[in-house]
T-cell receptor
Framework: GQQLNQSPQSMFIQEGEDVSMNCTSS?????WLWYKQDPGEGPVLLIA?????ELTSNGRLTAQFGITRKDSFLNISASIPSDVGIYFC?????????????FGQGTELSVKP | DSGVTQTPKHLITATGQRVTLRCSPR?????VYWYQQSLDQGLQFLIQ???????AKGNILERFSAQQFPDLHSELNLSSLELGDSALYFC??????????????FGPGTRLTVL
């Protein structure tokens, strides 16, 4: 079935550093979403992207929908301790039945004060 | 708070048993989705209902079933439970099924433990 490859799997950074993570797919997606999940909680929607090439920001977070429609990246600038958590990309395949989302495996972010 | 509610928060049961998980979507959302999250499989789509009708199906086991009621709340029924069914089960809701209408908001989840 369809899969999303998300990298890196984990990151250990110093507070104040910038972070970048990305997702790639073997097939075309028409929507990319980025979520953050804290332990024991549900994923929280951070950014949604709908057009190839689209660049969208939400505070210190910036995400882009790749031109090929097969990839997306998320950048976090000037990281702070509360950025700790697992970040997931999710996409809606182009030829999709319903609103099903495919999720990446997640990037676990640790921030050292 | 996403506006999506799920009950119960935790569920501990034995193999072979049957359980029901409940979800209430955000006000105004017509679509409800069920996802399973386990350590080795990540977040996996199970099933979607839109305005009471099944709209999409993932790799949902035959032992699992779901429905969406006229008031739009949904229930996920898991039967003949096995140890491997232990996982977090999330419900998500959205207005529709595509584009901006498919921004899915997740509930807090139900942690199922099968002993």
């Amino acid at each position: 079935g369809q899969q999303l490859n998300q990298s890196p799997q984990s990151m250990f950074i110093q507070e104040g550093e910038d972070v970048s993570m990305n997702c790639t797919s073997s097939s075309i997606f028409n929507t990319w979403l980025w979520y953050k999940q804290d332990p024991g909680e549900g994923p929280v929607l951070l950014i949604a992207l709908y057009k190839a090439g689209e660049l969208t920001s939400n505070g210190r977070l910036t995400a882009q929908f790749g031109i090929t429609r097969k990839d997306s990246f998320l950048n976090i600038s000037a990281s702070i301790p509360s950025d700790v958590g697992i970040y997931f990309c999710a996409g809606q395949p182009l030829y999709n039945q319903g609103g099903k989302l495919i999720f990446g495996q997640g990037t676990e972010l640790s921030v050292k004060p | 708070d996403s506006g999506v509610t799920q009950t119960p928060k935790h569920l501990i049961t034995a193999t072979g048993q049957r359980v029901t998980l409940r979800c209430s979507p955000r006000s105004g959302d017509l679509s409800v989705y069920w996802y399973q999250q386990s350590l080795d499989q990540g977040l996996q789509f199970l099933i979607q209902y839109y305005n009471g009708e099944e709209r999409a199906k993932g790799n949902i086991l035959e032992r699992f079933s779901a429905q969406q009621f006229p008031d739009l709340h949904s229930e996920l029924n898991l039967s003949s439970l096995e140890l491997g069914d232990s996982a977090l089960y999330f419900c998500a809701s959205s207005v529709g099924t595509s584009g901006t209408y498919n921004e899915q908001f997740f509930g807090p989840g139900t942690r199922l433990t099968v002993l």
